[in-house]
């Protein structure tokens, strides 16, 4: 399984971005799929998650402005965040999970930078 992120960039605070992570494969084997983030000096954190019943929670940090959602026919899931501030300035991972194989896949990471 390759799970390959993109979308991050530069952007001022109070703007958007759209994060993409799509998978080599069906994404509907998945258990959940989730993003996490990490800012530097800092320890990865989760930020998003949407489950194989498309079930959504998000961390208190990002809730009300980003939006975790996913695309079976195009084996994408997405993350859009609004309202972006400079504390949101990390690299992006996303992250599959098969809970049955005991197994946890992770995209290769895109970087966030939110200017003041």
């Known amino acids: 399984v390759q799970l390959q992120a993109s979308g991050g960039g530069l952007v001022q605070a109070g703007g958007s971005l759209r994060l993409s992570c799509a998978a080599s494969?069906?994404?509907?084997?998945?258990?959940?799929l989730g993003w996490y983030r990490q800012a530097p000096g800092k320890q990865r954190e989760w930020v998003a998650g949407i489950s194989s019943g498309g079930s959504t929670n998000y961390a208190d940090s990002v809730k009300g402005r980003f939006t975790i959602s996913r695309d079976g026919a195009k084996n994408t899931v997405y993350l859009q965040m609004n309202s972006l501030k400079p504390e949101d300035t990390a690299v992006y991972y996303c992250?599959?999970?098969?809970?049955?194989?005991?197994?946890?896949?992770w995209g290769q990471g895109t970087l966030v930078t939110v200017s003041s």
């Open positions: 494969g069906s994404i509907v084997r998945f258990d959940a």
């Open positions: 992250k599959a999970e098969a809970r049955g194989l005991g197994a946890n896949y």
